[in-house]
């Protein structure tokens, strides 16, 4: 463990943890000045965005970074997006090129994520890039995640608000019980919009594929996401660490996980298997019986979580098309699937 996270436990454990922890309060001015009141005394809490529940803490100072690694049991090396109001306050961080510049103009706020080289001077807790020469940043949507920023003054870095290597939650009751013991506070404004975090980008590269797909944010490129790419010049998708290296959050081969085995690409349920069902494919549950992909992305979450408490031994998950937005859904499935 990292020295500072090790030194932490103990201080972030006795400040902030209790058996009765979290509370949930309801998303208004209260929660928000209560939140910023913990964050200013260097703790985390949970709070909603329009991609999934994120466990927010001053993004610099270095222990408070190290209490969302402490609380999530999260590894030292996976890296934190940091999420700031708006662009001017990101250029304060990171160096914008002209190709992250426009993204950030065209999608912020919104669920896209850009990582750039670190500014020098940008302040920012070494913990929250792991060591990279990189930062993960994004101006959010929500209002809650904006008012939080508002109310603290202070960049806030926010890994969703789970157990590391868990089911990401999309609505407060998954946080709790994920990070139950671990953390004081839980902002509630209902289910995510998305269902997905979110888009990760690099140049014109796709390191985490999200809410806003390839059309999205390369139409006219020429280029499929399949594609490697030969040059920063061109897009590409690519999910997967490079030479073994993680340079974005939400790239670890195991990730999104139940605690139950997942097959994929099912048409019917095998004995002892909760099936998860998409479009003509019906099951226990459904991402959308319409088959509507933007549907199947925010129900994701929600449905794997009632399959993991659901008493089957097993999850089984229909056949996602791989497009648009069902590259990332199908992203999540395959980490979800993938054997630990």
Same mark, same amino acid.
């Given at each position: 463990?990292?020295?500072?996270?090790?030194?932490?436990?103990?201080?972030?454990?006795?400040?902030?943890?209790s058996p009765t922890n979290p509370r949930i309060l309801p998303y208004g001015e209260a929660a928000i000045a209560e939140a910023a009141r913990v964050i200013a005394a260097g703790g985390c809490v949970a709070v909603p965005t329009e991609t999934v529940y994120g466990l927010a803490a001053d993004a610099t100072d270095s222990?408070?970074?190290?209490?969302?690694?402490?609380?999530?049991?999260?590894?030292?090396?996976?890296?934190?997006?940091?999420?700031?109001?708006?662009?001017?306050?990101?250029?304060?961080?990171?160096?914008?090129?002209?190709?992250?510049?426009?993204?950030?103009?065209?999608?912020?706020?919104?669920?896209?994520?850009?990582?750039?080289?670190?500014?020098? #001077?940008?302040?920012?807790?070494?913990?929250?890039?792991?060591?990279?020469?990189?930062?993960?940043?994004?101006?959010?949507?929500?209002?809650?995640?904006?008012?939080?920023?508002?109310?603290?003054?202070?960049?806030?870095?926010?890994?969703?608000?789970?157990?590391?290597?868990?089911?990401?939650?999309?609505?407060?009751?998954?946080?709790?019980?994920?990070?139950?013991?671990?953390?004081?506070?839980?902002?509630?404004?209902?289910?995510?919009?998305?269902?997905?975090?979110?888009?990760?980008?690099?140049?014109?590269?796709?390191?985490?594929?999200?809410?806003?797909?390839?059309?999205?944010?390369?139409?006219?490129?020429?280029?499929?996401?399949?594609?490697?790419?030969?040059?920063?010049?061109?897009?590409?998708?690519?999910?997967?660490?490079?030479?073994?290296?993680?340079?974005?959050?939400?790239?670890? #081969?195991?990730?999104?996980?139940?605690?139950?085995?997942?097959?994929?690409?099912?048409?019917?349920?095998?004995?002892?298997?909760?099936?998860?069902?998409?479009?003509?494919?019906?099951? #226990?549950?459904?991402?959308?019986?319409?088959?509507?992909?933007?549907?199947?992305?925010?129900?994701?979450?929600?449905?794997?979580?009632?399959?993991?408490?659901?008493?089957?031994?097993?999850?089984?998950?229909?056949?996602?098309?791989?497009?648009?937005?069902?590259?990332?859904?199908?992203?999540?499935?395959?980490?979800?699937?993938?054997?630990?």
């Amino acid at each position: 463990m990292c020295p500072l996270l090790s030194a932490c436990r103990a201080r972030y454990s006795a400040a902030w943890v209790s058996p009765t922890n979290p509370r949930i309060l309801p998303y208004g001015e209260a929660a928000i000045a209560e939140a910023a009141r913990v964050i200013a005394a260097g703790g985390c809490v949970a709070v909603p965005t329009e991609t999934v529940y994120g466990l927010a803490a001053d993004a610099t100072d270095s222990r408070a970074v190290a209490g969302i690694y402490e609380a999530k049991g999260r590894p030292s090396f996976n890296p934190l997006i940091v999420h700031v109001p708006d662009l001017a306050a990101a250029e304060r961080i990171a160096e914008f090129d002209d190709v992250a510049r426009d993204l950030a103009r065209r999608f912020w706020p919104g669920p896209l994520t850009l990582v750039l080289p670190v500014r020098s #001077d940008a302040g920012i807790a070494s913990l929250v890039t792991a060591g990279l020469e990189t930062i993960a940043i994004r101006v959010p949507r929500h209002r809650a995640m904006q008012a939080l920023l508002a109310a603290s003054g202070k960049p806030l870095a926010a890994p969703s608000a789970n157990a590391s290597g868990g089911i990401s939650p999309t609505r407060a009751a998954h946080v709790a019980a994920s990070l139950a013991g671990r953390i004081p506070l839980v902002i509630d404004d209902g289910a995510t919009e998305a269902g997905l975090e979110s888009t990760i980008v690099r140049g014109r590269e796709i390191l985490r594929p999200g809410p806003l797909t390839f059309e999205d944010l390369f139409s006219g490129e020429g280029r499929s996401p399949g594609e490697e790419s030969g040059s920063p010049d061109n897009a590409a998708l690519r999910p997967s660490p490079e030479h073994g290296k993680v340079v974005a959050p939400g790239q670890l #081969d195991s990730h999104y996980a139940p605690s139950k085995p997942v097959r994929l690409n099912a048409t019917e349920a095998s004995e002892g298997e909760w099936l998860i069902g998409f479009g003509d494919v019906s099951g #226990d549950d459904s991402l959308s019986i319409a088959g509507d992909l933007t549907e199947a992305a925010a129900n994701l979450f929600d449905a794997l979580h009632r399959a993991d408490a659901a008493p089957a031994n097993a999850i089984a998950v229909a056949s996602i098309p791989e497009t648009g937005i069902g590259i990332a859904i199908n992203d999540r499935l395959r980490r979800a699937a993938h054997p630990r």
